[in-house]
């Protein structure tokens, strides 16, 4: 009698959401520290999709010798702008891809209209994902932080996208550390520094994040 062999079902790809209270807490830096843990600790064929340093110092190094996969080149109004490259990806097939930034909206032409839907897209081919978003980018919240911050926040994530993760890390410090780290100018240029003090970084608005 021929031997009759069941396929493995394959288990749904992992959603982990790097998630803080304002830019500058370490969310991108956590979430490569842990993916550089996972490849040289684990073995785990880990590559980074996009990563935002900002500028950072800090956050650049965490990227050590992760593998990148190079970014699409997409011409827009004259200018060549640069996306993440799901298609690249998904040929790559790591096991594990970190998104940073999920909020973004990206270039016209793009693949997808959001990067959190490059994300969902990464995960219906099995992928796990490892991403990263600020808490005033989640839909409920907008109007809230917009009032509190006096500033449109433009960019939004739905609500629901948070219930497909399998794990949500909040990466948190004390509201007198982030606003230090701002005058010492490791979140924003210098130009920039007393605006996001006098704004969006005020104790109060901080407080209520």
């Given amino acids: 009698m021929a031997e009759i062999q069941l396929e493995k079902q394959q288990e749904p790809a992992k959603l982990r959401i790097y998630i803080g209270a304002a830019p500058g807490v370490g969310k991108t830096y956590d979430m490569l520290n842990d993916a550089y843990n996972l490849l040289h600790q684990q073995g785990v ?26 970014l699409r080149v997409i011409p827009y109004r004259g200018v060549n702008l640069k996306e993440m490259d799901v298609d690249a990806i998904l040929a790559r097939h790591p096991n594990t891809v970190v998104v940073d930034e999920l ?45 509190s911050a006096n500033t ?5 994530i739905p609500d629901n996208f948070l219930k497909r993760a399998d794990e949500v890390v909040n990466v948190d410090v004390t509201v ?27 104790k109060g608005n901080l407080n209520m994040l």
């Fill in 103 to 147: 909020a973004h909206t990206n270039v016209p032409g793009s693949k997808n209209r959001k990067r959190y839907e490059d994300v969902l897209e990464l995960l219906d081919a099995g992928i796990n994902v490892m991403t990263a978003v600020n808490i005033q980018h989640l839909e409920t919240l907008n109007d809230a932080v917009s009032r």
């Fill in 45 to 70: 064929d880990v590559v980074i999709g996009l990563v935002e340093p900002h500028g950072r110092k800090e956050t650049e190094d965490r990227i050590r010798d992760l593998e990148i996969v190079p």
């Fill in 152 to 156: 449109t926040i433009r960019e939004t």
């Fill in 176 to 202: 007198d550390e982030l606003r230090s780290r701002l005058r010492q100018g490791k979140i924003y240029a210098a130009e920039k520094v007393e605006q996001s003090l006098a704004n969006f970084f005020r």
